[in-house]
DNA sequence: CGCCCGGTTGACTATGGTCAATACGTGTGG
DNA sequence: CCACACGTATTGACCATAGTCAACCGGGCG
């Protein structure tokens, strides 16, 4: 980390309208640039350790996260996937909960936790947006549940193409019809502790579904999928939403 | 419903102290006392199906009441259990997402959503309340999923009635040790549908527990804990916390 | 009395897990 | 430049856990 990264303006980041900051205005952000600072991660470099004393909280600014529980026997299931504009960490706790390891190169731009909270206290706008982005994230815990505890390995497999797709989709403001290329992040290991899977398991099912055409392989980790239609077939889901035709 | 609810004052509600009203003062009461009235529901009846179009808010004062998604073909996952204290619905969204449906004899508490979703701007205390709320929320959402993705049907079924047993023991005061009594007010197919199991292997598991004395039954609903130190073994978590002997 | 609902138990099956061998790609050192 | 080693992924053979289907039990209520 040559460069120091404290210099970005808050004007020009590329969360700027997404992360807990969104609905900040002028007095808000200044106060929030006076406590923010930024770090660097790379890919397999631990962020948080269950039980560790957390000294900040923050904003993904680039790269992926995950946040893992891990039993005494090693068994480890993924409860969180952070992109960029998650939030980290919870306000009013010291003590981290969870496992939090950079996926990929990951960019933080980290708060002191207790100035943080005064802000939550002194300002609303803040407090509102992390509300909403919690209210947000329960949401998506409830979805993955229904995958966790009700969907057969092709469908969490396709499930879990689904849900990157659309959050890549809705960051960089593309369709999401026909032919589209998934940037997946996550290894195979990943992707079952994701769905609650072995990893073997999840080999080959995308083995499976590269056989019967749903997608296609551009090495390992990028995944082509031909019709976007198609893959929500698999998912289980209720594709048209519950319209009545 | 032959009684006016209306009438009871908050002063003394039940939930007075744990509820999104928690923190506020003398001035916020007031405004809610407003906009709140109560509505009962008897065991079984739905209170909100996905996509009906929800018009209010609110906690529970008591009973129990599921939130579940289902999938076309019928499997259904329990996706929230809501019990005195806690809150439904969410503000800033007009439409249900899921199916809420009253598990025992349930009073609601409930808040006209428009006016409560003012009351959430105006007032700071409903906010920040209904903030820690969420965040427990979500928190709780995460044990349950690693329980739905890598636990097996011995340890879900013995954590299912750790978790009651702990809400119990912490809205009653009592102390979390040695023999406890544990009402279930779930049948075996919701106890199937929070757990991601079938009805059949809760079953089955219930019976291996009592043959083996780490439960005993009076009932069909009632369960007695001779050793909570014991059942929590069985739960696979890590029982002293991580803490190096 | 008999039905219905919720629960239990049994026999069999299927899905996904385990263990192990093999492949592939990339970076390192002889 | 090739050999090898390491991490990641694939594939196969076999197995175990939980699911399916079905019979049966028992209490409460019309």
Redesign the pocket.
């Known amino acids: 980390m040559t460069r120091h990264m404290t210099d970005i303006d808050c004007e020009g980041c590329p969360i700027r309208h997404r992360a807990v900051c969104a609905r900040c205005d002028a007095d808000e952000l200044e106060r929030l640039e006076e406590i923010k600072f930024y770090r660097n991660y790379e890919a ?1 470099q631990p962020i948080a350790w269950a039980g560790d004393e957390m000294t900040f909280v923050g904003s993904i600014v680039s790269g992926v996260a995950s946040i893992t529980q891990t039993m005494e026997d090693g068994r480890t299931q993924m409860v969180g996937l952070l992109l960029p504009s998650d939030f980290m960490g919870r306000p009013g706790r010291s003590v981290s909960t969870y496992n939090v390891t950079a996926v990929s190169d990951v960019t933080l731009c980290c708060f002191r936790r207790k100035p943080f909270e005064q802000l939550l206290i002194d300002t609303p706008h803040v407090g509102e947006r992390l509300l909403v982005m919690t209210l947000d994230e329960l949401d998506a815990a409830r979805e993955w549940m229904l995958i966790l505890g009700r ?6 497999i396709s499930s879990l193409l689904a849900i990157i797709a659309r959050r890549e989709a809705s960051l960089n403001m593309l369709k999401l019809t026909g032919r589209i290329i998934v940037d997946l992040p ?5 992707m ?1 502790d994701y769905l ?12 499976a579904l ?1 056989r019967e055409g749903i997608i296609e ?1 551009e ?3 990028r995944i082509v999928v031909p019709d976007y239609e198609d893959l929500l077939m698999e998912t289980g889901d209720d594709v048209d939403g519950g319209v009545i035709a």
Chains 1, 2 share one sequence.
């Not at 969907?151 to 969490?156: F, I, Q, S, V």
């Not at 996550?186 to 990943?190: H, I, Y």
């Not at 609650?196 to 083995?207: A, D």
């Open positions: 397999g969907k057969t390995a092709r469908e969490k996550l290894t195979r290991e990943a079952a609650g899977l072995t990893l073997e398991t999840v080999s080959r099912q995308i083995s590269k392989l090495g390992k980790r």
